[in-house]
C-alpha cells in the first residue's frame, strides 16, 4: 500500500500539467446537413432541383498565453444529387484549409489593440461590404491582417 501512495504522489506534476495543457487547447466540430428543392428554376414550369447539402469543420484553437493565440479549421462540404453543374460547385468544396490565423493581443482598462493575420473570417459595413455569412454550403475567407484598435465605444481596423 505504501508504494502505492508513493506512485500517486510521483504522478501529480504530470497530471497537473496534462490539466494545465487542456486549458489553452481546445477542440470542436460543427456537422450541419440541408436538404433543399428548389422548383421552377429559372421561371421555368417543371425545372425542379432536389439535393443534400453538408457541411463538416474541425477546428482547433491553441491560447498559450492571453496575449497569443492560434486558429486553425478544415472543412469538407459536400452537395448529393445537385443536378446543376453551377449549382454545384458553389456548394462544394471536398475539403479546404478554411480558416488559419494567429491572434496577437495587447488590452488595459482604457484601450485594446490586436493583430490578427492569416486566413480569416471579414465583416465590414453591417456585412454589406464585405463578409463572410454563413448561411451557404461554402462561404468567403480572406487572406490578410488586420489591425485593431479599440477604446470606449470605438473600433478601428486597419
Known amino acids: 500500500m505504501h508504494m502505492g501512495a508513493q506512485e500517486n504522489t510521483e504522478n501529480a506534476p504530470t497530471k497537473r500539467k496534462a490539466k494545465e495543457f487542456a486549458k489553452w487547447i481546445k477542440a470542436g466540430i460543427q456537422i450541419r446537413g440541408r436538404l433543399e428543392g428548389p422548383a421552377g428554376i429559372d421561371y421555368k414550369p417543371g425545372n425542379n432541383d432536389t439535393y443534400y447539402l453538408s457541411r463538416i469543420r474541425f477546428d482547433i484553437s491553441i491560447t498559450p498565453k492571453p ?21 454545384a460547385a458553389a456548394a462544394k468544396n471536398s475539403f479546404d ?19 490578427k493575420a492569416g486566413r480569416q473570417e471579414m465583416n465590414y459595413g ?33
Open 67 to 87: 496575449y497569443i493565440g492560434f486558429f486553425l479549421q478544415a472543412q469538407d462540404s459536400r452537395s448529393g444529387g445537385v443536378e446543376s453543374p453551377l449549382r
Open 97 to 115: 484549409l478554411r480558416l488559419a490565423y494567429m491572434e496577437l493581443k495587447k488590452a488595459d482598462k482604457t484601450y485594446a489593440f490586436a493583430l
Open 126 to 158: 453591417a456585412r454589406r461590404l464585405i463578409a463572410s455569412p454563413d448561411w451557404g454550403n461554402v462561404n468567403s475567407t480572406f487572406d490578410g491582417a488586420v489591425l485593431s484598435f479599440t477604446r470606449a465605444h470605438i473600433k478601428i481596423d486597419l
